[in-house]
C-alpha cells in the first residue's frame, strides 16, 4: 500500500512538473513574462530573418508568420553586451508598449504618439535624456531627429523598451521597429521591415495582451 501511494505521489509530482515546463512560454532560451500573452518573435533563418506573431489564450497557442524583417549590421548582441553604435540588435524579450509616427492615418487600440520636426531620441551617454524621445531638445544635442526620415524609415515606429527601464548610459539607445531604407538591408541596431508590415503590427498590437517583441541570435532556435 505504501508503495502505490509513493508510486502515485511520483506521478502526481511529475504530471506537475510537466504543467509547469508547458505553461512556461520560452524561444531560444528566452521566457515571456507570464502576464504577456502576445509576442512579436525575430528568428533567424537561411535567409536571414523572419518575424512571428504569437498570441496565447490560456493554454493555446497560436502562432503565424508575419514578415520578412532585418536586424543591425553586427548582429545581435547578448542583453549585458550591447553598446552605443555597435550596430547589434539586442536579444531578448523587450515590452512593446507604444509607438510614434508623424501622421495618424489609421486606428489601433495600441497607443501612438505623433510627433513633429521638434522631436529628438537622444542617443548621447553623458546627456541626462540618454535614450528618451525629448521634444525641443537643446541645440547642441546629438541623436535621431526622426523628422528628417519620417517619408522613410520612421513614418510608422514601435518602440522597442530595451534599455529603458533602468537606463544604463552606453548600453545602446533608439532600438526600433521601423520601415527598412530598402528590402533586406540591415539597420543600426533596429528590428526593420516593410512600411506596410510596421503599419499593420501596430494594428495588431494589443495594449491589453501586453506584447514583448523577442529577438534571437543565429545561435539560438524558436
Known sequence: MKLLTHITLTIALALCAVAVMAQERTFGGYTLPKECNQAFVVS????????????????????EFFARCTIGYGGTAEPTAKREGDGK??????????????????????????YDENYMWVEEPESADYNTLVRDPMPDAKGDRLWARRNTQFRYIVVVEYNTDPIVKGAGSAIFIHAWRSEGKPTAGCVAMAEEDVRRL?????????????ILGKQQTT
Not at 533563418?45 to 493555446?60: I, P, Q, R, T, W
Not at 501596430?202 to 523577442?214: G, Q, S, W
Open 202 to 214: 501596430i494594428e495588431r498590437l494589443d495594449p491589453k495582451l501586453n506584447p514583448h517583441i523577442v
Open 89 to 114: 540588435s539586442p536579444e531578448g524579450v523587450w515590452a512593446l508598449r507604444r509607438g510614434l509616427c508623424y501622421t495618424k492615418d489609421f486606428e489601433s487600440a495600441f497607443p501612438v504618439e505623433q
Open 44 to 63: 533567424p533563418d537561411k535567409e536571414g530573418y523572419f518575424a512571428e506573431l504569437v498570441s496565447y489564450d490560456g493554454e493555446s497557442e497560436r502562432r
